[in-house]
Structures are given as structure tokens and as C-alpha cells.
């Protein structure tokens, strides 16, 4: 399967510890997006990567948040000092930038206790 | 600001068509997406539809725009069982000086036997 993948799938943290998310996109993506979902809501926006460089951090993204892709291929999201309402699924999805289509990944779901 | 706005549940019999439909602010989006997301799962990508058509057709998927009411419709004939999901509509969106995906709040399409 070469599609988008996560790992983990699952994160059951406690407060104030930090946890780390991984995406492997779709090899010759070049675009590499960060969102957040909570229950009932649409994917929010949290960061977009465009090969190697970050183009763009959504006013969610808060100091405690941090996002690397380097190389340009896999990406990490970081949360450091998580709180309850970081709580949330986090998906990746990569796109080949033609016609700003995205192809998802499960997504990362993340309890803060 | 942008805005993208769902209908946020619908319920239809099997065998018969869905409609699920969409109004945005912003006409600044070169393509218009529909997104299927089943429970614990990560967005699909259904179908697109370049801003200057004004219907899509592929498969049991019709997508319609019409661009002077801002408004995207996505009609799934035959519906089936399996069609139960949440859907997302979403276009890639001026917001604050940059371009970003922007994802309605999602219509819950429940499919009744």
C-alpha cells in the first residue's frame, strides 16, 4: 500500500508530557499538510510543508507545537507540555500539488488525560 | 473571513439519491473538493470539480456548482448502506493573505436499510 500512513495510530498521554507524530506521505508529494479534528468539527488547518521548508503555521499552532519535515519526506509533529485540550485526531495528508488534491492518512488520535 | 458551511445530518432510504450541499464565501478556489470520512478514519478524497464547470459527473457521483449562489452539491445515486459516512466539502481558500484548505463542518449522510 503506498498510501499516506501515521504512526502511532493511537496516543494515550498525561498532561504535561510530551508525545511525537509521524507521517510518511505518498513518495513524490511534495506537499505535506498538519491538521487537527476534533469530534463533530472539519480538519483544521495546523501547518503546511512544501518539500523541506514550512510555509505556513496556523494561528492554532501554539509555541508548544513544532512540525519538521526533513528531507522532505516524512514529517514529525511535536507537542510538548500537552494539555487536555490538545486532545484530538491529527491527520497528515500529503498532495502532489496538481490540483491541490489531498490524500489522507488514519490520523493520529491523541487523548490527553 | 471564509466560511464553508454544511447541512449537518442527513438520512435517506437505500436505493434512493442523497444530496448534500454547500455554500462557501469565497469563489477564489480554482477546484472544489467532496471528502468521505468513515468513523475512526481519515478523509477520502471523492471527487473535484474545476471552478469553471458547472457539473461533474463520475460514477454514482454528481457533483454541481453553481458559482453566482456559491453553492457546491454533491448527489449520490443509488445510495447504499456503505455510503453512510460523514461528508466534507472543502476549497482551497484566500485566508489571511495566504491560501488554505478550508473543510465545511461535515453533513452526516446515514443510510437506512
Known amino acids: 500500500d503506498t498510501g499516506v500512513s501515521q504512526d502511532p495510530r493511537h496516543k494515550i498521554t498525561k498532561r504535561g508530557q510530551n508525545v511525537t507524530f509521524r507521517c510518511d506521505p505518498i513518495?513524490?508529494?511534495?506537499?505535506l499538510y498538519w491538521y487537527r479534528q476534533t469530534l463533530g468539527q472539519g480538519p483544521e488547518f495546523l501547518t503546511y510543508?512544501?518539500?523541506?521548508?514550512?510555509?505556513?503555521k496556523s494561528r492554532l499552532l501554539s509555541d508548544r507545537f513544532s512540525a519538521e519535515r526533513p528531507k522532505g519526506s516524512f514529517s514529525t509533529l511535536e507537542i510538548q507540555r500537552t494539555e487536555q485540550g490538545d486532545s484530538a485526531m491529527y491527520l497528515c495528508?500529503?498532495?502532489?500539488?496538481?490540483?491541490?488534491?489531498?490524500?489522507f492518512g488514519p490520523g493520529t488520535r491523541l487523548t490527553v488525560l | 473571513g471564509e466560511d464553508v458551511e454544511q447541512s449537518l445530518f442527513l438520512s435517506v432510504r437505500e436505493g434512493d439519491s442523497s444530496v448534500i450541499n454547500c455554500t462557501y464565501t469565497?469563489?477564489?478556489?480554482?477546484?472544489l473538493y467532496w471528502y468521505k470520512q468513515e468513523p475512526g478514519a481519515g478523509l477520502q478524497l471523492l471527487t473535484y470539480?474545476?471552478?469553471?464547470?458547472d457539473m461533474k459527473q463520475d460514477q454514482r457521483l454528481t457533483v454541481l456548482l453553481n458559482k453566482k449562489d456559491k453553492h457546491l452539491s454533491l448527489r449520490i445515486a443509488d445510495t447504499q448502506t456503505g455510503d453512510s459516512a460523514i461528508y466534507f466539502c472543502?476549497?482551497?481558500?484566500?485566508?489571511?493573505?495566504?491560501?488554505?484548505?478550508?473543510f465545511g463542518t461535515g453533513t452526516r449522510l446515514k443510510v437506512l436499510a
Open positions: 472543502a476549497g482551497f481558500l484566500p485566508t489571511s493573505g495566504t491560501y488554505k484548505y478550508i
Open positions: 495528508a500529503s498532495s502532489p500539488g496538481v490540483r491541490n488534491e489531498q490524500f
Open positions: 513518495s513524490e508529494h511534495n506537499r
Open positions: 510543508f512544501q518539500n523541506e521548508a514550512q510555509l505556513e
Open positions: 469565497d469563489s477564489s478556489s480554482t477546484y
Open positions: 470539480i474545476f471552478s469553471n464547470m
